[in-house]
């Protein structure tokens, strides 16, 4: 519930209950001095807040309201022509409420001219001209449609300008929460794979400084320690991108990439992996196959989407990058023979709920920052991206991107999952 919705909420209940309250004071007064009459009116009180304090329990909060409305337009109107005890000047309280209150035009509208025709037709009614000549009943009636006129425009304007601040506050409240949560997970990953590869990078030169630890034992470390270091620099990259378009401060400048080269550049990039793991990553990418993306944005979503093929890929295994034209982009499949995912989490991969993956070969791919890059710089780029998997067959992962400026003629080929 908005807080707009819930400040209406608790305003009807108040004015409900306040119906109920004085309803039953003035009922027992007016009962014990024997004023029956008075006292019908009263349980009319009553029972139009009951019933609007009932129909907003079960979840009919908008009926609610117009009970409320309309149920003490018609008390306080019978009221004020019948007992003259000036209840009538009460259905401008209900003719702001009915403003105020409702959000729905037609409604608002509806309930407002009932209760200020309720108001003007009672003091008309009631009217008497023999206490002022110098004013007839009908230029009495046109004065008091022209300040109801006038109350409802400054009604309906503050109400407006209260909407607007409301929406207003409302949005910034979710940015607040929402870097809140940026924030609480941005500390999360530096703490998690951040902390661990340069902790042991400081160890083992501590140790190396020390003497501790000879050089010989040093150089067959290096490896390991290459490979933690390769793990910060990209935890580190992927954090520095996913904090800019968190903050959306981060522009595309999409410029023809040709596909085929950026792969190639991606893939030497993750060689230490490839080597030590003795993959096999082919790029069958055609030379033809021309993009329009930014090129920076391009290759952090190449480095993420290699990295994750490799990373849940058995030594030994494979990873195979192919292109084809599809609609007026080009699709690139990124297939491996890795570990695999079900059906539902390669589905939501890439979506916003997504936040952590594990595989079955003990790798943890963060909380999911490097698949949000991926799925936030594709759609910077006027493209999508979905993943294709099973458990123990593999994963594919297709990244489908605008073609080329120039190359909109070039016959599109089919492409096949």
Not at 57 to 72: D, N, P
Not at 154 to 170: T, W
Not at 247 to 256: A, K, Q, R, T
């Amino acid at each position: 519930m908005t807080l707009p919705e819930r400040s209406r909420l608790i305003i009807q209940n108040a004015g409900a209950w306040l119906m109920i309250v004085f309803g039953a004071t003035f009922m027992i007064l007016n009962a014990s001095k024997g004023i029956v009459s008075f006292v019908g009116i009263n349980s009319a009180f009553i029972s139009v807040g009951m019933l609007s304090l009932w129909l907003t329990s079960i979840g009919f909060q908008r009926t609610g309201l117009v009970i409320l409305s309309a149920g003490s337009c018609l008390v306080f109107f019978f009221a004020g022509i019948w007992l003259r005890n000036d209840m009538d000047n009460f259905l401008l309280v209900t003719l702001c409420a009915s403003l105020l209150l409702l959000d729905q035009a037609a409604t608002r509208w509806a309930l407002a001219a009932l209760n200020g025709s309720a108001f003007l037709y009672a003091k008309v009614l009631i009217y008497d001209g023999r206490f002022n000549a110098m004013t007839p009943s009908l230029r009495y009636g046109l004065n008091i449609l022209v300040f109801l006129f006038a109350l409802i425009g400054i009604i309906e304007f503050f109400r407006v300008l209260n909407s607007d601040y409301l929406h207003a506050l409302e949005l910034a409240n979710r940015r607040l929460d929402a870097a809140n949560r940026a924030k609480e997970r941005l500390f999360s990953v530096i703490a998690h794979d951040l902390r661990g590869p340069v902790g042991n990078l400081k160890v083992s030169l501590e140790m190396l400084s020390s003497g501790t630890l000879a050089a010989g034992e040093f150089d067959a470390l290096i490896s390991d320690l290459s490979t933690d270091v390769e793990k910060s620099h990209d935890c580190l990259e992927n954090l520095l991108n996913w904090a800019a378009t968190q903050l959306d401060s981060l522009d595309s400048h999409p410029v023809s990439v040709p596909l085929h080269d950026a792969v190639e550049e991606s893939m030497r990039l993750t060689d230490l992996v490839v080597n030590r793991k003795n993959l096999r990553v082919t790029n069958d990418i055609p030379a033809e196959a021309v993009v329009y993306a930014d090129k920076d944005q391009l290759q952090a979503i190449l480095r993420n989407l290699l990295s994750n093929a490799e990373k849940f890929t058995l030594a030994g295994g494979s990873v195979r990058l192919a292109a084809g034209r599809e609609g007026g982009g080009w699709v690139l499949s990124i297939e491996d023979t890795g570990v695999g995912m079900p059906e539902e989490k390669a589905r939501r991969l890439f979506s916003a709920s997504h936040r952590e993956m594990k595989s079955d070969i003990g790798v943890k791919c963060g909380l999911g920052i490097g698949t949000e890059i991926c799925r936030d710089f594709t759609r910077m780029n006027g493209g999508s991206i979905r993943a294709v998997s099973a458990p123990s067959q593999g994963t594919k992962v297709f990244l489908s991107l605008p073609v080329a400026v120039g190359q909109e003629a070039t016959p599109a080929g089919a492409f096949s999952i």
